[in-house]
């Protein structure tokens, strides 16, 4: 995943029709990943334990950028210690969609994170999208045996997900296991947690934007739902990040004043990256 300077939040449908192909388009796919990367080192910890069944009690950054890449950035990149006193590179890629390569990829990581660290590596990819993934997990050859660890967030239980502590984690529960039946009852949950969060309207259409895009790629249907109003309420585009003082609908525009505001009153360039959905990059140039 790599950040684009395109306002990610450009483009959303705000009806939801079905068009599975969409997260791979090029409208879309940045504001996918923008969701993701903030969202997943949130729940970073939450994860590791809950879904990938690693017991970690210390963590701590890495750089990303490895040498000897051909333009290849980790999703997620950490030396962690585990409950057993083991030391390790733990990398951690998210997948929305199948990939042929995916075995090769993961293997030039780890040759480059064994070169550079010469540590142990632990390699996760945690797969997003919808039903169950069929990418190769082994590279099996005559003189190389490679695997990596391919979890898919669709076969988890989504209560594993609605019992955190955090907004973020919770939302997950709609790309785990939970059948079309009860994603009614899941939806309203989610919407009475995210307006009883006392963070003001900015951050409430943060949160009410990236849970649309989570339907999304769920290839939510609204059909599905008996709750009229509770659609209403999900897709209220006064709720939108990009329709947060009115009459200017969504433009890239819009997201550029927010933050300039916000630079103005000396707000970490991560803060205002999170609240306005612009990248790093978009931010630096202003």
Avoid: C, W
């Amino acid at each position: 995943m790599q950040n684009q300077t395109k306002n990610p939040t450009e483009g959303l449908n705000p009806e939801f029709k079905k068009e599975p192909d969409k997260f791979n388009s090029a409208e879309q796919g940045p504001m996918f990943d923008k969701v993701m990367r903030e969202n997943m080192e949130e729940v970073l910890p939450d994860m590791v334990k809950d879904v990938l069944h690693l017991h970690l009690v210390n963590s701590e950054e890495i750089p990303d950028d490895l040498q000897h890449t051909k333009e290849r950035k980790p999703d997620l990149l950490k030396k962690v210690t585990d409950a057993y006193g083991q030391v390790y590179i733990l990398q951690v890629e998210y997948q929305r969609s199948d990939d042929g390569n995916m075995a090769a990829r993961m293997a030039e990581y780890y040759i480059m994170l064994h070169r550079q660290y010469k540590l142990p590596i632990n390699q996760h990819v945690i797969y997003i999208g919808a039903g169950s993934p069929t990418m190769s997990t082994t590279i099996i050859t005559k003189d190389l045996k490679f695997r990596y660890k391919l979890t898919a967030l669709s076969a988890v239980n989504h209560e594993v997900f609605l019992g955190s502590e955090k907004i973020e984690q919770r939302m997950l529960a709609i790309l785990g296991k939970v059948p079309d039946e009860n994603l009614e009852r899941v939806l309203e949950q989610l919407l009475l947690d995210i307006e009883s969060l006392d963070v003001g309207e900015l951050t409430i259409g943060k949160y009410l934007t990236q849970l649309r895009v989570l339907l999304e790629l769920r290839n939510f249907r609204k059909e599905i739902l008996n709750n009229m109003a509770l659609v209403g309420k999900i897709f209220e585009e006064e709720k939108d990040i990009l329709y947060l003082r009115g009459e200017y609908k969504g433009e890239h525009k819009k997201a550029l004043e927010i933050a300039r505001q916000m630079l103005a009153e000396k707000e970490p360039l991560e803060k205002i990256a999170r609240y306005t959905m612009l990248s790093i990059e978009e931010l630096e140039a202003l």
